[in-house]
């Protein structure tokens, strides 16, 4: 089955304690992101990656981190998180940057004390 | 800075009615359109897309109408059922430039019964 999966898909932390999301699909797709979903914003990218060891900063990329070292994976990095970095976290996928269908995965709900 | 401008925030629509959800664009890089469907707990799912070149375009019981010189978009759901509660995100993006997707904020859709 074509999937995006996320992990954890629940977290609570405290502040400035790293953490690591992960994200992997199944698609050998070439064009991975990250959002963020929060009331009344919709859905902001935070960074996103053309191919393997390409990323580039979305709209929000502070306080964020990320590497694509596979092209399955895209890990989204906090390393000092922050209760303003509470939200809900997506991972997205598609087969190219432009034009394509954006496969999301279920999403990671995060809550930084 | 909102690329894309979208109302109303949330629609409350009866069983057999009809939900209209609008969508407006400043940028005229944009050339491909797609909205997307979020149930709760879930992550957004492409539902239906319509590039510049058309005007109308129907998938069941969903359609998309784009008028280009007003630059606004929207969608229809005909017949609208209590399945298709949820929260609705049109989106844009330049095919071969620069212009990355970036969404509305989104519209939270309730049919009742």
């Known amino acids: 089955e074509a999937q995006v999966t996320q992990n954890p898909r629940y977290l609570i932390t405290v502040t400035g304690k790293k953490l690591t999301v992960t994200c992997s699909q199944n698609?050998?797709?070439?064009?991975m992101s990250w959002y963020r979903q929060d009331p009344g914003l919709g859905l902001r990218q935070i960074y996103y990656s053309m191919n393997v060891e390409v990323t580039d900063k979305g709209d929000v990329p502070e306080g964020y981190k990320v590497s694509r070292k596979e092209k399955r994976n895209f890990p989204l990095i906090l390393e000092s998180p922050s209760p303003n970095q509470t939200s809900l976290y997506f991972c997205?996928?598609?087969?190219?940057?432009?034009?394509?269908?954006?496969?999301f995965g279920p999403g990671t709900r995060l809550t930084v004390t | 800075q909102q690329q894309v401008k979208q109302s109303p925030q949330s629609l409350i629509v009866q069983k057999g009615g009809i939900s209209i959800i609008n969508c407006a664009y400043e940028?005229?890089?944009?050339?491909?359109f797609p909205w997307y469907q979020q149930f709760p707990g879930k992550g957004p799912a492409l539902l239906i897309a319509?590039?510049?070149?058309?005007s109308e375009k129907k998938e069941g019981r969903f359609t998309i109408s784009f008028n280009k010189s007003a630059k606004q978009f929207s969608l229809h759901i005909m017949d609208s059922q209590p399945g298709d509660s949820a929260t609705y995100f049109c989106?844009?993006?330049?095919?071969?430039?620069?212009?990355?997707?970036?969404f509305g904020k989104g519209t939270k859709l309730t049919v009742n019964p």
């Open positions: 940028n005229t890089a944009f050339d491909y």
């Open positions: 997205a996928s598609s087969e190219r940057d432009r034009g394509h269908e954006q496969y």
């Open positions: 698609m050998n797709h070439e064009y």
């Open positions: 319509i590039r510049p070149d058309v």
């Open positions: 989106a844009a993006e330049g095919w071969g430039g620069s212009e990355k997707l970036v």
